[in-house]
């Protein structure tokens, strides 16, 4: 539900709803986990992390992208496939956070270190 409604707010170019929908694609991936930890920690660094995000998407459309890599978790997650779930998850992470680098280093024409 969560993917569909980020897509509607990606549309709609929503950025605010969109974190939100993000949000609650990440963290009902936690709960299922069964982890009360990680869904605890995985909200506050949502928390410090979706303003970063929205300002991300204004500046460069990566949402596609990024729903793509969502979908793909999401299937490895249905077909108990956790391993890979979790590799795709790094991966999505990592990229994420590399795109976001790269917009806010090229707007500045500085460095990437800050992140």
Known sequence: RALRQAETAA???DFSRMALFNRDF????ATASGNPVLSYVLAGLQDQSALVATQGWRRRATWKEEAGEHAAVLKAVRAG??????????RHI??????????FANETGGSSERF
Not at 81 to 90: H, I, N, P, V
């Open 81 to 90: 496939r956790s391993e890979r779930a979790g590799e795709l998850m790094l």
């Open 94 to 103: 990592e990229g994420a956070l590399a795109r976001l680098k790269t917009e």
């Open 11 to 13: 549309a709609a170019r």
């Open 26 to 29: 990440h963290q009902a991936l």
